[in-house]
């Protein structure tokens, strides 16, 4: 079973990604909308990275509220080991290795943007659930939950970039 993280490191993350979101949307409004060439205001440069930083200032905004009622601003226990677990340390490392794959070396090289997705998307939700699944002896059912999350994650990212804002994918 997962450890609670504690208020003071949710505190922390999510002043982290606020400031993060905050600058995004910074970012994507001072980008150039492209209005000299008389370009749909949809499809401007800055608009999706824009709802982006939204959603992340939005989400640290929730996380914020969150470790504030539950203490964050308490000064916490001197014995608090705050060193990441080695399952911690394997998760993040997982987590780095499907993101470069995905990035470096599945989008744009050869393999078609809504199939690199789905793979991506297959194998993380596979490989975190992966333990907790076959402990329940539930890997059939993981699986299959994993594949319709990347079926459906690969059509509509796919679907959404391409029909809604005129991007071409890899």
Not at 10 to 39: C, N, P, Q
Not at 107 to 118: E, L, N, S
Not at 131 to 138: D, F, V
Request: aromatic share 10%; charged share 15%; net charge positive.
């Amino acid at each position: 079973m997962e450890e609670e993280t504690s208020p003071a490191a949710d505190l922390a993350w999510a002043l982290g990604w606020i400031v993060f979101g905050g600058a995004v949307v910074y970012g994507s409004w001072t980008m150039d909308r492209l209005e000299k060439i008389h370009i749909n205001p949809y499809t401007a440069p800055g608009l999706v990275p824009g709802f982006l930083g939204a959603g992340i200032f939005l989400m640290g905004g929730m996380l914020l509220a969150r470790a504030l009622r539950a203490g964050g601003l308490r000064a916490p226990p001197a014995s608090t080991d705050a060193s990441a677990t080695p399952s911690e340390l394997k998760r993040l490392g997982l987590a780095a290795v499907l993101c470069l794959t995905y990035g470096a070396g599945l989008v744009g090289h050869g393999i078609p943007f809504w199939a690199a997705t789905f793979l991506f998307v297959f194998a993380s939700i596979a490989l975190f659930q992966w333990p907790e699944r076959r402990a329940r002896g539930e890997i059939g059912r993981g699986l299959a939950v994993a594949a319709a999350c990347a079926l459906g994650t690969s059509a509509g990212v796919t679907l959404l970039f391409q029909k809604l804002f005129l991007v071409n994918l890899p």
